[in-house]
């Protein structure tokens, strides 16, 4: 499955259970912009504060905290949660989040070429 379905098939789950990320002014998409912003932000920090303990426990004995290795899924589950506010973002944008990323990939070999081994 390419990351453009899977970004729509997210945007009509939101859909079905009243998350409509559909708005008609660009005041309403302000403020549906924003809302994702923080909820992506939100994320994000969830992820960086179970790193941190997780970080902790590898380096400050009797830290209770868990493993990397415990922790991993929780990790990845919040990753798939900023996704998820970042395909709303795009599609908020009018933006095809697949289209957008190879573009900046490509950018990015052109940028950085001259750093590959």
Do not use: C, W
Request: glycine share 6%.
């Amino acid at each position: 499955m390419d990351l453009s379905r899977i970004a729509q098939q997210q945007i009509m789950a939101d859909f079905r259970r009243g998350f409509s990320n559909e708005v008609q002014s660009d005041a309403e998409r302000i403020e549906q912009l924003t809302r994702d912003t923080v909820g992506l932000a939100g994320e994000v920090g969830e992820f960086a504060n179970l790193l941190k303990k997780v970080d902790l426990a590898s380096r400050v004995e009797g830290y209770d905290a868990p493993s990397l290795g415990v922790a991993s899924a929780a990790l990845r589950e919040e990753l798939a949660d900023a996704l998820i506010y970042i395909f709303r973002l795009s599609n908020a944008l009018g933006g095809d989040i697949e289209e957008d990323v190879l573009k900046k990939m490509m950018k990015n070999d052109e940028r950085y070429h001259h750093l590959e081994k």
